[in-house]
């Protein structure tokens, strides 16, 4: 387990925790037995803090490839975080529901109780209307392969929700619709990893815009 963390990136705290990265502290006194003792009990619940910790992210990202719903390139790409941010883009984030036009195929629509199938010609390439607001295509240019964002402006972007097109001047200079309130939030590495989960699948051109009734 404690090869897999350090595979996965985990926080250096929970490295610490498991005795991979041993801390470089000033000398303290000799402890008694029942100090030694007492230190060895909290020793062992962290560890095992850290290694219920270490599985709970394995088993996110081993769903994330699980429910990834198109085919993933992963050459060049940190898989671990392609898992995860796959995980949270569509476990937990409901991406597809705002920036895939529509969100689910003929016949796969789990809100009138079909088996869901998710709209994978059109995967998150935007196209739904909200107003005067569009989703974005969040997809990977079709030449370069790369996202229209660096991770710096991507986490920029997700942070702030500064539109870096700004498309919509006589509103805002900020995204509108798009819940980067809600995102802003989440750690640096979730970010990064859902940029990775972007850079992963492929390109796509938005279908019909339609109108849609929620945050994207």
Known sequence: MRFRSISLGLPIVVLLAIGVVRAQSVQEPVPTPDQQSQQNQQNSASARDANRFAASEIARIVKGFEIAPVHLN??????????????????????????????????????????????????????????????????????????????????????????????????????????????QDLSDRDLRAIYEYLRSIPHAEPGTTTTGTGPG
């Not at 050459?75 to 569509?90: E, F, M, P, T, W």
């Not at 295509?137 to 097109?165: H, Q, S, V």
């Not at 700004?166 to 798009?178: A, D, G, R, T, Y």
């Open 74 to 183: 992963l050459q060049g790409k940190d898989r671990a975080l392609v898992g995860l941010g796959s995980y949270l883009v569509n476990a937990a984030g409901g991406c597809n529901d705002c920036h895939t036009n529509p969100p689910y195929a003929a016949g796969g629509d789990p809100f009138k109780g079909e088996p869901k199938r998710i709209n994978t010609e059109h995967y998150l390439a935007g196209g739904m209307s909200f107003g005067p607001i569009v989703s974005r295509n969040l997809t990977p240019d079709a030449d370069t392969g790369e996202p229209e964002w660096t991770a710096d402006e991507f986490r920029r972007i997700m942070r702030t929700g500064i539109d870096l097109e700004n498309k919509h001047p006589q509103i805002s200079p900020l995204l509108q619709v798009m819940p980067w309130p809600v995102y």
